[in-house]
Structure formats: structure tokens, C-alpha cells
């Protein structure tokens, strides 16, 4: 690949993909709204306010692929996650649509799926049952890549990424945990597909506790290594042994799905 965009690139996960994937690309063309430093040997910084169309268009001009990142990635306002979310995610497929048609691997949450129960096995068919405003918001994301591929030929990879982070921090995370190098691989091998249409995957690691069925998706060839095991003694000796009926248990999207409304609350 020659360009590849990552937007959100100073949060979270964009800051663990940015030396990650150098080298996957010629040119790693990073955006987000914050600093993102000085660009390094072979990438490329682009400062763009998501909500913005033509910026967003001069943004994907000439990229090959997309990974889509940028965003509220927790519950704030309607406001915040209209214009951060609904617009941003709006503008980042029309873009692509009035430029070069990158494929893109567009960052879902579990939280579209939040409000499904534990012990419920989740896969593709699976409805949405968002878990909040943020969670809705990726039910948008979600439809506008099946809307763009069947209308647009645009393939894309929605990603319901369950924690992306160096280490599970909770015993919810022993199940939803996803290593950062799973990430990469996965990232890796649904770019290199020859074909990859509109699919859905789950993002977690080889954990022992599996909430979710990604065989639907065996086609692309992702196998995660990794799993949260080797943390659990850590975390089950430093946090407290939930109830089995604690509603932070029961349900998969956790304390997203038990919060209140944010308007109300802040
Ligand atoms: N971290 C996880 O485990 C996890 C889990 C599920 C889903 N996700 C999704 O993955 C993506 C990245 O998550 P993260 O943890 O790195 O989030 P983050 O909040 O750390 O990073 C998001 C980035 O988006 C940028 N951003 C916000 N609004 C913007 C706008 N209007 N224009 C341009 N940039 C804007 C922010 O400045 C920030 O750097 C998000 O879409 C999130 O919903 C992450």
C-alpha cells in the first residue's frame, strides 16, 4: 500500500498503531485535531477537524486505505458525538466516495452491542442494542459502511473492538481484552484480502472467556496470539469478586450500559 490515512491518530490507539504500522504503508498519513509532534520518516501529518466535509475530502485525497479512528470514543453530549461521530464518520465514506474509494476498517465498539447479555454468544447476525449515545453512534458508523458498499462498491472492515489496550484493568477485560499487536495483525490482513466486501469482526484476543464468533470473517485469515490469562491472578487479587447478578456483569457493554443519561448526569 502505498498511503494510508489514520485518523484520531493522537488518541489511545492511534498513538499505539502509529509506530506499530510504520513500514506497513510507504507513507502513514496521520490526522487528528490534537499535536501530533513532528512527522517522522515516512509519514505525513494532516491537523483536521472531523465535522469539516472539504476538509475531510483534501484529507482522504490520495490515500489507499483508511483506518478510521477519530472521534468520541466514550459517552459525552449529543452535540459532541454529532458532530465527532455522526458527521465525522458521515464525511470520512462521503470523502472516499468523491475520491479514490480507499478500502477502510471503520473503529466500532462492543458498546453497539452493549445491552446483549453475557452468557449470549454474539456473531454478524447479531441485532444492535446500543448502550449509549456513543453506541449509537456506531450503529450509524456501521450502517453507513454497508450503505457505501452496496451503493458505492466502497469495501470495509467494522471493527467492534472490545478494549484495545496494553493490559486488561478490569476482570470485564479478561473477556474483551485485544492486544495491540492482535490489532496490528488484524489491521494487516484486512488490508492485504483480496476481497473483503462489508464484513464485521469483533476485536478481542485468544482469551479463555469468548463472548464473541468471528467465524464469519475466517475468510480474511485473522487469528489473534495473544490472551488476557497471563493477567488474571494480577487482576483478580488486586479488584473485587463481582456478584453474578451485578447488572456490570450481566450485561457485555458493562458500566456504559448502567450509566444514566449523560445530559442529565453532567
Ligand atoms: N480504546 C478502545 O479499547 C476502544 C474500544 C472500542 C472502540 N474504540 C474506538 O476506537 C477509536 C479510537 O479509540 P481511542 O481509545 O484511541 O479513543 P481516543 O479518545 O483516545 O482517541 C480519539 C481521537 O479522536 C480525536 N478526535 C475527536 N474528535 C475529533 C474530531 N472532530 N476531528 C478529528 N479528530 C477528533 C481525538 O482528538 C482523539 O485523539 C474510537 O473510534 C473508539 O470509539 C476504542
Redesign the pocket.
Known amino acids: 500500500m502505498h498511503r494510508l490515512l489514520i ?10 498503531l502509529r509506530d506499530r504500522l510504520a513500514g506497513f504503508a510507504d507513507i502513514l498519513r496521520l ?4 499535536d501530533l509532534g513532528e512527522a517522522g520518516e515516512g509519514e505525513e501529518i494532516v491537523l ?4 469539516d466535509l472539504d476538509a475531510v475530502i483534501d484529507l482522504v485525497d490520495g490515500v489507499d486505505g483508511i483506518i ?7 459517552e459525552n453530549t449529543f452535540e459532541y458525538i454529532l ?3 455522526i458527521r ?1 464518520t458521515y464525511n470520512i465514506f462521503e470523502a472516499a466516495r468523491k475520491t479514490g474509494k480507499p478500502r477502510i476498517l471503520f ?5 453497539a452491542v452493549g445491552f446483549h447479555p453475557r452468557e449470549k454468544r454474539l456473531d454478524d447476525d447479531t441485532p444492535f442494542r446500543p448502550d449509549c449515545l ?1 453506541g449509537v453512534s ?1 450503529c450509524f458508523g456501521e450502517s453507513l459502511a454497508s450503505y457505501y458498499y452496496d451503493k458505492f462498491d466502497i469495501e470495509s472492515a467494522v ?7 496494553f493490559e486488561p484493568v478490569d476482570r470485564r477485560m479478561l473477556a ?1 481484552w ?1 492486544s495491540p499487536e492482535d490489532f496490528v495483525q488484524m489491521i494487516k490482513d484486512i488490508f492485504n484480502a483480496p476481497r473483503l466486501a462489508n464484513t464485521m469482526l469483533y ?1 478481542a484476543s485468544a482469551n479463555k472467556e469468548q463472548w464473541w464468533d468471528n467465524s464469519h470473517a475466517a475468510f480474511i485469515g485473522w487469528t489473534p496470539q495473544d490472551s488476557s490469562e497471563q493477567f488474571r491472578k494480577k487482576l483478580e487479587a488486586s479488584t473485587p469478586k463481582p456478584t453474578w447478578n451485578d447488572p456490570n456483569v450481566v450485561l457485555q457493554g458493562g458500566r456504559f450500559a448502567t450509566a444514566g443519561h449523560f445530559e442529565d448526569e453532567n
Open positions: 485518523t484520531g491518530a493522537g488518541g489511545n490507539v492511534g498513538k499505539k490526522s487528528d485535531i490534537v483536521c477537524d472531523l465535522a478510521h479512528l477519530g472521534g468520541a470514543s466514550v458532530n465527532a461521530n465525522g473503529a466500532s465498539s462492543i458498546h456513543y456506531k471493527v467492534r473492538i472490545g478494549s484495545c489496550e474483551t485485544l476485536g
